[in-house]
């Protein structure tokens, strides 16, 4: 086996008012996977998200990225390794103009001049959003906030891109687009979403988290059709929706 | 650059002598030309002027409430410091403003803030500017969308004393803006930040720029200059 993207081993961790979030966490993302984190409110998948770039520190465990261990001495090449993108793009986007905010990650590292320019315009690219590079963040739709701020982590060239929900709030066609992009993208991606058809149109493993714990992980659409794992976890299908019918 | 001679300009203008009514015609003549290869649609212009109104009204008492000497004018008696204070409100506020909205309506807010961050306006300050501008339209909207969620509950505030909600609302929207502040935060530190702006920007001002810039403000100094000098 190759070395893994993410490597994350017996994670525990309790927020200052004694609330356990996470409990004894193992997690594997191989290079060039997609991997979906299932899992109903509260499980703990965002505070696990906010540990794989050291923004949260374990208690106890360890977070590997590429090989590298999430330390205060790392924190920050970690941080490039792992683009975290948030669930409201409002949070995400917060220079006046689009290519200010994506040339902000980048800049952070010490990148500038043209191969700022052009790692701007690449990022942008990917998400099919050049055209708003110049344009205000706030006079962008949903959709394309949520689309610019994945550039704004693509332009970090990350080992792994980490996205927090990535369609919520998104209309049908949005979605499509997102969906469009995000398979588009040659890099590992870890999404954690409660958007079940869309987790199994992207990501071929998933992983379904509860309680602080991962409970189970295989792939998505075995996952999605055990039945007895799907209800002890509150994880539903939409209505008259068959996982076996979409030909995997 | 425009940052620059905007400052120039003003402050030329209200050095001049408020006895050099040429001088400031001048000045308006400058700002009228600018005005004019900038394009700038009348009604937009007079819009923004109307900010000055109640300075101007402010100024127009001045005459009635001066101490001192007096003079007749148009049968009434008037105070000849208020006249003159009145004139120099009236004269340099407008010219000033006149300025101001010349900058603003060709200088988009990003380049604005750019403009102080390259004229060395501490990073701190750009950078609460650069986050006003950005999230006033998020919490403005916030705001609106309960002003409507009440009113869809019967709220409709006419009185001083049913202000309570609204005032709840508004503390209640001042700790979500301090959540967001610390997911934006989290944000900005998951891309590498540190705690210093990273700069960029577009490019300086050429020379040639600056050249056509500052034209117009060092013509105001001329004009500052020779109403000091030659001409008093």
Redesign the interface.
């Known amino acids: 086996m190759s070395e893994p993207s993410l490597e994350v081993t017996d994670l525990s961790f309790s927020y200052p008012d004694g609330h356990t979030a996470l409990r004894n966490v193992d997690l594997h993302v191989h290079h060039g996977e997609r991997v979906a984190l299932l899992g109903p409110n509260g499980a703990g998948k965002t505070t696990l998200l906010l540990h794989l770039n050291g923004i949260l520190r374990p208690a106890s465990g360890t977070v590997t990225v590429a090989g590298l261990e999430v330390s205060d001495e790392s924190a920050l090449e970690v941080r490039r390794r792992v683009g975290l993108v948030f669930q409201d793009p409002d949070d995400q986007l917060f220079m006046p103009t689009v290519g200010q905010d994506v040339a902000f990650g980048p800049a952070n590292f010490g990148v500038e001049g043209t191969e700022l320019d052009t790692r701007v315009g690449h990022a942008l690219d990917a998400v099919s959003m050049l055209d708003a590079l110049n344009r205000a963040p706030h006079h962008l739709s949903y959709g394309e906030r949520r689309r610019v701020a994945i550039a704004t982590v693509l332009a970090m060239r990350p080992e792994i891109l980490v996205l927090d929900e990535p369609t919520s709030n998104l209309d049908p066609a949005s979605r499509r687009e997102l969906i469009e992009v995000l398979r588009e993208l040659p890099i590992t991606q870890l999404v954690v979403t409660h958007d079940l058809p869309f987790a199994l149109e992207l990501c071929p493993r998933a992983l379904v988290m509860d309680e602080g714990r991962i409970v189970a992980g295989d792939a998505t659409v075995d996952v999605l059709t055990d039945e007895s794992l799907m209800k002890a976890h509150r994880l539903e299908l939409p209505y008259r929706f068959d996982p076996r019918g979409t030909g995997r | 650059m425009k940052t620059v001679a905007l400052l120039i300009f003003v402050l030329s203008v209200v050095a001049i002598p408020r006895e050099a009514f040429w001088a400031h015609a001048l000045a308006a003549c400058l700002l009228l030309g600018v005005m004019i290869l900038a394009e700038l649609p009348l009604g937009f212009v007079s819009r923004r002027m109307l900010v000055e109104v109640p300075i101007l009204i402010f100024a127009l008492f001045l005459p009635f409430f001066g101490r001192g000497e007096t003079t007749d004018v148009l049968g009434m008696n008037l105070s000849v410091e208020g006249l003159w204070g009145a004139w120099t409100i009236l004269a340099k506020a407008t010219l000033g403003l006149g300025a101001s909205i010349v900058l603003s309506a060709t200088t988009t807010?990003?380049d604005l803030?750019w403009a102080l961050d390259r004229l060395h306006v501490p990073k701190v300050i750009t950078a609460i500017a650069?986050?006003m501008?950005?999230?006033l339209?998020?919490v403005a909207s916030e705001f609106s969308r309960r002003r409507v969620a009440m009113a869809s509950r019967g709220y409709e505030p006419r009185w001083l004393w049913q202000v309570g909600p609204l005032a709840q609302s508004a503390g209640s929207l001042f700790v979500r803006s301090f959540e967001?502040g610390e997911?934006?935060h989290?944000?900005?530190?998951?891309?590498?930040?540190?705690g210093q702006m990273?700069?960029?920007?577009n490019d300086p001002a050429t020379s040639r720029q600056w050249v056509t810039g500052l034209s117009v403000a060092l013509a105001a100094v001329l004009v500052l200059v020779l109403s000091r000098t030659v001409l008093r």
């Open positions: 807010v990003p803030i650069g986050f501008v950005r999230y339209d998020i967001r997911r934006v989290n944000a900005m530190v998951a891309r590498g930040f540190t990273p700069s960029q920007g």
